[in-house]
């Protein structure tokens, strides 16, 4: 940066060059200050102590080289142009010098010496520009940088949500296509059973064909739901009323299980646009996890709020908890810790069901302490 007085360190050990150097600044009386010094360790020293703007050095020096204050210009902190003067003969030298990062060069005589006032703003003004061009180098390489990682991270969200869609949608088309021949399987089996003689011997073999043909069935019923409704329209819907229905629902197993089901509702919870099937099934699914996963005289806390732009709804429990390294697979389809009871299509179906709504699950565990699960769905249309 050219500041109103500009800092010139003039290391020169020939005091009659520096003389000369000197005056011709003075005549100038451009905005410059002259510091000399006579050998590098003399300048190094007014380095330490001053910002300096342009180093006009002499290529040899008695304890050192002009090019020698080249590496305390690479500190950025210490940044400032070199200009290297030197003697006729020295020009090969001094090319090497700008090599290495000087400036510029001048061969001393009367006429450049004379010049040098000017040749310095120049080479002043030079450094001030390659430093702004840098400045901004930099400046738009983080800004590629940050564009970089958030196309990536994007791009890795897309493929995410592209692929648990192409998962769903296959799940449902198989949904489909399996539903068909169970549909004739189950008919057969009532008519086969007609047919068998009151006192079949086989009719164990029977009884477990069935109850697997119904095991199927209902998987095939949960993939189908995910799916189910979502073209008809959405109606209006009192979340805190449909909590209270599917609560209805599981008082048994509450009052069975002596748990402490406790509600929390947001009386003045707006309504809002969905399928009500759908998310009576989520909250369904999310009651009957805890309850399955809380001890005799558990507490469970179902709860509604809402924000600026959504209504939350909370199942929280204090059960067994969800193992760290484990919360990653739970709303996979078939991931069950139920050993035989479960299928493992609860929350995957959940899952579903409220990204249906443009909304979306998010589950905090802690193993012996508990799990909340926070559906969040967006208000308005
Ligand atoms: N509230 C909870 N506390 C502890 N673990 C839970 C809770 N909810 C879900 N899980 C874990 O997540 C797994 C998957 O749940 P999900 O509802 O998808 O399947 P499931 O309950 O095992 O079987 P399904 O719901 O199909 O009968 C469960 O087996 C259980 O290990
Ligand atoms: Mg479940």
Redesign the pocket.
């Known amino acids: 940066m050219i500041h109103n007085k500009n800092n010139i360190l003039l290391v020169e050990d020939n005091t009659e060059h520096s003389d000369l150097i000197q005056r011709a600044f003075k005549s100038r009386k451009d905005n410059m200050t002259q510091i000399l010094a006579e050998n590098v360790e003399t300048a190094r020293n007014v380095m330490s102590k001053m910002q300096i703007d342009l180093l006009i050095s002499d290529l040899i020096l008695p304890d050192g080289k002009g090019v020698d204050f080249l590496k305390f210009s690479e500190k950025e902190s210490k940044a400032f142009p070199v200009l290297i003067i030197t003697s006729q003969g020295d020009e090969v030298a001094a090319v090497e010098a700008m090599k290495l990062g000087a400036m510029d060069y001048i061969i001393k005589s009367p006429e450049t010496i004379e010049d040098l006032p000017r040749i310095s703003t120049r080479v002043m003004r030079d450094w001030d520009n390659i430093i702004r061009r840098k400045k901004a180098e930099e400046e738009l390489k983080s800004h590629q940088d940050f564009l970089e990682k958030l196309v990536e991270e994007r791009t890795k969200q897309l493929i995410q949500s592209e692929r648990l869609a192409a998962t769903g949608r296959l799940a449902a088309s198989m949904a489909h296509e399996i539903n068909n021949p169970l549909q004739g399987i189950t008919t057969h089996l009532e008519i086969i059973k007609r047919f068998l003689p009151e006192n079949f011997k086989k009719i164990k073999n029977y009884n477990i064909v069935k109850e697997n043909v119904e095991k199927i069935g209902n998987i095939v019923k949960?993939m189908l739901d995910i799916y189910r409704n979502s073209s008809r329209e959405k109606s209006s819907i009192n979340i805190n009323n449909l909590i209270s229905k599917v609560v209805s629902l599981v008082e048994n197993q509450v009052r069975i299980n002596a748990i402490d089901l406790k509600e929390n509702l947001d009386e003045s919870l707006p309504d809002i646009l969905g399928w009500q099937q759908q998310l009576h099934q989520v909250i369904l699914?999310?009651l009957?996890?805890?309850i399955?996963?809380?001890e005799q005289g558990g507490v469970i806390k179902v709860s509604t709020s809402e924000n600026d732009k959504s209504i939350i709804i909370k199942?929280e429990?204090n059960?067994?908890?969800?193992p760290h390294e484990?919360i990653v697979?739970?709303?996979?389809a078939f991931?069950?810790?139920?050993k035989d009871?479960?299928?493992?299509?609860?929350?995957?179906?959940?899952n579903g069901l409220v990204r249906n709504h443009n909304g979306e699950i998010i589950?905090t565990?802690e193993e012996g302490k508990?799990?909340t699960?926070t559906i969040i769905l967006p208000k308005g249309k």
Do not use: P, T
């Not at 697979?329 to 996979?332: A, N, P, S, T």
């Open positions: 949960q699914n999310l009957l996890n805890a399955d996963n809380v199942v429990d059960g067994k908890g969800i484990d697979h739970i709303f996979d991931y069950s810790e139920k009871a479960g299928v493992g299509l609860g929350l995957f179906v959940c589950v565990s508990g799990s699960f």
